[in-house]
């Protein structure tokens, strides 16, 4: 009997994996932390739970996405032509920039990371890499954005993933701060926001897009709370070209593991389809309490 | 003084050191759109009122030896009103120009908590000091009046900072609070002013009788 039951216990420790720091520091903003369990290595703040991973890769298949909202936000590719000009606001692991790069090595990245410790983290463990198409700058997303107005740049493609799950940055959810990134958005460009909110901000947050952008699409999946916001469309493609853009890029995403086919089918527009009460106050640089509304 | 008039600087004083803390935390709320939310914005934001609060406690000390009264200092509070409404109606203006001169995020927040903050904020911290010289009638409890004003103002500065950051950001816009601030600092002089002079009148009055 004993001998089945320690038989039990020691198939039961092999299948439990135990996580194992591999780094961690105390940055001026946070605390980051590095883990590995098993095959995936992953970046933490403040924490050691698995809530507040940043971002993760597959050591043994680092091209292939780990988190679902990482793969939600190529979405984005269905509502433009290549891009050719990407921003990227808020870096943490890199992998973002990494993919991006790989799908199309002629376009220009630029990442901005509030944390040049997160920077150096992600260099360092999650072959992030810069190049002379590549830039990791060091600077707050909103500073950054009002710069590149004054410079007059344009982006094809902005991407807002400046929110962990536990803080958001107030002065980057705001009316405001969406008609700054709408100014350098170029004419057919798209911005693809990473959102966490389930609580009631999801409606203020909805309400400031929509107030800045008009309709707007969602695009989320049933297993969890992320939803991914596809704005700054000056008119939605058609059903055709959309089509055409899925086939086109189907085979391109797959070894990312982005099943580009079954993201299509979870986007879902605001038009005749607004899902928050009419009254809802809409976020500004004057009324921005989102971190208590996100309680 | 009366007892009444001395509950009344003791109140204008903590609702002073209330405003100074509302004021402060929601400086980083005004600078964030412009300068960001880093470290270095509360840097900033700290230095300028702790440099204004320390100019302030000088001249108003200096002020309060000549003429001390009522009056001037309900008209301390009346300036303080008026100088905290350049961050409501020009904070946009001035950020924007900082900002286009200024590349270094660190310098221009810096430029501009001195512009926005530095002068109210001073007149501001003038109250403390002419308080005690209003309150002191003994020297021998001088010590214990300073006491009890540092504790009801700072006690205020408490208060000011959790019901702004807790409550009132969730409640109303940036603006409408300082406005608030800038009214209730505003009708507080006004009834010191008031209370004077009522009081002045009464005094008259009993002096013409005792005649």
Redesign the interface.
């Known amino acids: 009997m004993f001998k089945y039951l320690s038989l039990i216990v020691l198939v039961l420790l092999s299948f439990t994996s135990f996580s194992k720091v591999i780094h961690s520091e105390r940055s001026?903003?946070r605390n980051i932390i590095v883990d590995e369990n098993g095959n995936k290595r992953c970046l933490k703040f403040n924490t050691k739970s698995s809530k507040t991973n940043q971002s993760c890769i597959f050591k043994d298949d680092p091209q292939k996405l780990v988190f679902n909202y990482a793969k939600l936000v190529f979405s984005s590719l269905l509502m433009i032509d290549d891009p050719k000009k990407v921003l990227i606001i808020g870096l943490g692991g890199g992998t973002l920039s990494n993919t991006i790069h790989q799908l199309y090595p002629d376009a220009y990245i630029d990442n901005i990371e509030?944390d040049p410790a997160v920077t150096n983290v992600a260099r360092e463990y999650f072959s992030f890499f810069e190049n002379d198409k590549i830039t990791a700058t060091t600077?707050?997303g909103?500073?950054f954005i009002?710069r590149a107005k004054?410079k007059k740049q344009k982006y094809d493609w902005i991407i807002l993933d400046a929110f962990n799950g536990d803080y958001i940055?107030?002065?980057l959810l705001?009316k405001?701060?969406f008609e700054e990134t709408k100014n350098i958005l170029s004419p057919n460009g798209i911005i693809s926001a990473n959102t966490f909110s389930i609580s009631k901000l999801y409606f203020h947050e909805s309400a400031t897009y929509y107030d800045v952008f008009g309709d707007f699409i969602n695009v989320s999946n049933k297993k969890n709370s992320n939803r991914i916001i596809l704005a700054g469309y000056t008119e939605q493609p058609s059903d055709e070209v959309i089509k055409a853009r899925v086939e086109k890029l189907y085979p391109l995403l797959k070894p990312f593991d982005i099943d580009i086919r079954e993201i299509r089918s979870n986007m879902i527009s605001t038009k005749d389809n607004i899902d928050w009460p009419e009254d809802t106050k809409v976020l500004?640089?004057?009324?921005?309490?989102a971190n208590?509304?996100n309680l | 003084m009366t007892s009444k008039t001395n509950a009344l600087i003791y109140f204008l004083a903590f609702s002073s050191g209330f405003s100074i803390m509302g004021i402060e935390l929601l400086g980083g709320?005004i600078l964030?759109?412009?300068?960001?939310?880093?470290?270095h914005i509360w840097g900033s934001i700290i230095t300028v009122f702790m440099l204004s609060l320390s100019f302030g406690y000088l001249i108003g000390g200096k002020l309060s030896t000549k003429n001390a009264s009522l009056t001037r200092y309900g008209l301390i509070f009346l300036f303080a009103s008026i100088t905290v409404l350049p961050i409501v109606f020009f904070s946009q203006e001035i950020m924007e120009f900082i900002?286009?001169h200024v590349e270094d995020?660190r310098y221009g927040s810096l430029l501009a908590s001195m512009v926005l903050f530095f002068i109210p904020t001073i007149i501001l911290g003038m109250i403390s000091p002419y308080s005690v010289r209003l309150l002191v009638t003994d020297s021998e409890k001088s010590g214990q009046v300073a006491g009890i004003l540092y504790f009801v103002s700072t006690l205020g500065s408490a208060l000011g900072t959790i019901i702004t950051s807790?409550y009132m950001?969730?409640a109303?816009?940036?603006?409408d609070i300082i406005l608030g601030f800038s009214l209730t600092l505003g009708l507080l002089g006004l009834l010191a002013i008031a209370l004077h002079k009522s009081a002045f009148k009464n005094h008259m009055k009993v002096s013409s009788s005792v005649i």
């Open positions: 001026l903003y509030i600077q707050d909103r500073i009002k004054l940055p107030e002065h705001t405001e701060f500004t640089d004057q009324y921005s309490p208590l509304l | 709320r964030a759109p412009f300068f960001g939310s880093s470290v900002f286009t995020s807790f950001v969730l109303f816009n940036v603006n």
